[in-house]
């Protein structure tokens, strides 16, 4: 069941869209930032909420690649996998992070901590090799900055 505070985020959305559907895609990054990502009964909720099925819901969901349908971790590091990157050593930054979190792409520490995902170009291939973590950008990343920067997420 959507909260109320959730479905008071939406309906501030409806007053910008031509029609409730077009909404979709914000109501589910409503979801994702109260409760980190998007499960099937939410996907229902949000489908109730705006007179859809949870189909249409779905198939916006899995289209946006950073919409998480499974739990995440606390953290999300998102990590280029994109050209620029890739020469520029993204390799060695994989290993570290495989290294530091004992992790695969796709997967989440056991502490719940970090969940490690790959992503196309961040948009600062000139400071390659990049990634995020949340909403923040890491860039010129080398193996030495790795353990600092994870550090910084409690
Ligand atoms: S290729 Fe990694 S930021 Fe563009």
């Known amino acids: 069941m959507l909260t109320k505070e959730e479905q008071k985020d939406i ?3 409806l007053k910008v869209v031509p029609y409730k559907k077009a909404a979709t895609t914000e109501a589910l990054k409503i979801i994702q930032k109260h409760r980190g990502w998007v499960s099937d009964e939410a996907v229902k909720d949000i489908a109730e909420f705006l007179a859809i099925t949870p189909d249409e819901v779905d198939g916006v969901a899995t289209f946006h690649s950073l919409i998480f349908r499974r739990e995440v971790g606390k953290h999300v590091i998102l990590l280029c996998d994109s050209v620029c990157c890739y020469i520029l050593g993204y390799r060695q930054i994989l290993v570290q992070l495989h290294k530091k979190l004992n992790i695969q792409f796709g997967e989440t520490t056991t502490d719940g901590k970090f969940t490690l995902l790959p992503i196309s170009c961040l948009g600062t291939c000139d400071h390659a090799p990049a990634m995020m973590i949340d909403n923040d950008l890491h860039q010129d990343l080398t193996p030495e ?10």
Do not use: A, G, Q
């Open 11 to 13: 309906e501030e959305e």
């Open 145 to 154: 900055k790795i353990d600092s920067i994870l550090e910084k997420y409690p």
